[in-house]
Structure formats: structure tokens, C-alpha cells
């Protein structure tokens, strides 16, 4: 942006200067070039938009009812609305930072990560880990990206506990 503003300066100082060296019947003929540099933002929908490139975010596992135990997992659609903004080819990435979701209070069952999956508008759910996976891509410009999660649940092996996780989701040029 400071090189775009000094050339355009330049331009407008050296333009009148070189037509009166060269008189009145002369013209003189400025190029001025700038280069629009890569942004990218993503924010959750309804924040103050910002230039931030990653989101954190906690998510704690409610108790299943009998219906969850009867479908064999928890399902929360629209958890989180992420909004992503690209001048440029873009993908969202997300992981977790824990390695699992926690440990049933009296400490027998620790809650595997792979029972947790992901999804984003109305897509197919897919398992993370502690590595990046793509979430959504897209092209220039913004879009809304609805996350749902969704929490498998066996009603012969459960046990209550603190279970959760903190995702983060970072976009990045393709």
C-alpha cells in the first residue's frame, strides 16, 4: 500500500515538472502499476469482521438422552456459523489441540477422538484428529460456512464424564 501511495505521488510530482521542461506542445505519457496483496479473514458469524486467519473454539459434550443413545450418537447442527472472506483461492482447515475428549469422572473410559465428527453445510460428517483436514474451499469472495458436530454414543459402554474438545479453524490460500 506505501509503494502504491508513493509511486501515485511521484506520478503527480513528476508530471507537471516534465511538461514545462518539455514545453507546450509536448505530452508525457505515466504508467502506474500496484499489486493487490493476498487477505484472507475468518471470523464467527455475527463478530466484528477483523483480519484474523484462525478461530478457536471449545465445544463440551452434552449428556445423551435416550434418544441419542437410540440413534448411536449426539448431533448438534449449527454449533458454530463461520464466516470466511478470500481474495484469493481459499481453504478452511480444522483440528483439535487435545488427543482425545476427556476422561469419565471415576477415570475407567477416556473418550476417544475419533468418535467426534465434523461436517459443514449439511456435507458428510468426517472424523478429525490432531493434524489439519480440510473442512471447505472455495473461490474469491465470502461465504457462511454452518459447522454441525456429531458425537458417537454406545449406551452398553458409556460412562458419564467431562467430555470435550477445542477445535481450531485456520483458512489458508489453496
Given at each position: 500500500?506505501?509503494?502504491?501511495?508513493?509511486t501515485l505521488i511521484l506520478a503527480i510530482l513528476l508530471v507537471p515538472v516534465s511538461?514545462?521542461?518539455?514545453?507546450?506542445?509536448?505530452?508525457?505519457?505515466?504508467?502506474?502499476?500496484?499489486?493487490?496483496?493476498?487477505?484472507?479473514?475468518?471470523?464467527?458469524?455475527?463478530?466484528?469482521?477483523?483480519?484474523?486467519?484462525?478461530?478457536?473454539?471449545?465445544?463440551?459434550?452434552?449428556?445423551?438422552?435416550?434418544?441419542?443413545?437410540?440413534?448411536?450418537?449426539?448431533?448438534?447442527?449449527?454449533?458454530?456459523?463461520?464466516?470466511?472472506?478470500?481474495?484469493?483461492?481459499?481453504?478452511?482447515?480444522?483440528?483439535?489441540?487435545?488427543?482425545?475428549?476427556?476422561?469419565?469422572?471415576?477415570?475407567?473410559?477416556?473418550?476417544?477422538?475419533?468418535?467426534?465428527?465434523?461436517?459443514?453445510?449439511?456435507?458428510?460428517?468426517?472424523?478429525?484428529?490432531?493434524?489439519?483436514?480440510?473442512?471447505?474451499?472455495?473461490?474469491?469472495?465470502?461465504?457462511?460456512?454452518?459447522?454441525?458436530?456429531?458425537?458417537?454414543?454406545?449406551?452398553?459402554?458409556?460412562?458419564?464424564?467431562?467430555?470435550?474438545?477445542t477445535l481450531v479453524y485456520t483458512i489458508t490460500g489453496k
Amino acid at each position: 500500500m506505501k509503494r502504491c501511495l508513493v509511486t501515485l505521488i511521484l506520478a503527480i510530482l513528476l508530471v507537471p515538472v516534465s511538461a514545462l521542461a518539455a514545453g507546450p506542445s509536448s505530452s508525457a505519457v505515466v504508467h502506474v502499476s500496484w499489486t493487490v496483496l493476498p487477505f484472507q479473514s475468518l471470523t464467527i458469524d455475527g463478530s466484528v469482521a477483523g483480519t484474523n486467519t484462525s478461530i478457536t473454539n471449545r465445544y463440551d459434550v452434552r449428556k445423551p438422552d435416550a434418544s441419542d443413545f437410540a440413534a448411536g450418537f449426539i448431533e448438534d447442527d449449527g454449533v458454530l456459523v463461520l464466516n470466511a472472506a478470500s481474495n484469493i483461492p481459499w481453504a478452511v482447515k480444522v483440528h483439535s489441540i487435545e488427543s482425545d475428549m476427556g476422561t469419565s469422572y471415576n477415570g475407567s473410559y477416556i473418550k476417544p477422538l475419533s468418535d467426534f465428527m465434523v461436517r459443514v453445510n449439511g456435507g458428510s460428517f468426517f472424523s478429525i484428529s490432531t493434524s489439519d483436514q480440510v473442512l471447505a474451499s472455495g473461490t474469491r469472495g465470502a461465504y457462511l460456512l454452518s459447522v454441525d458436530y456429531k458425537v458417537k454414543v454406545n449406551e452398553g459402554t458409556y460412562k458419564d464424564g467431562d467430555y470435550g474438545l477445542t477445535l481450531v479453524y485456520t483458512i489458508t490460500g489453496k
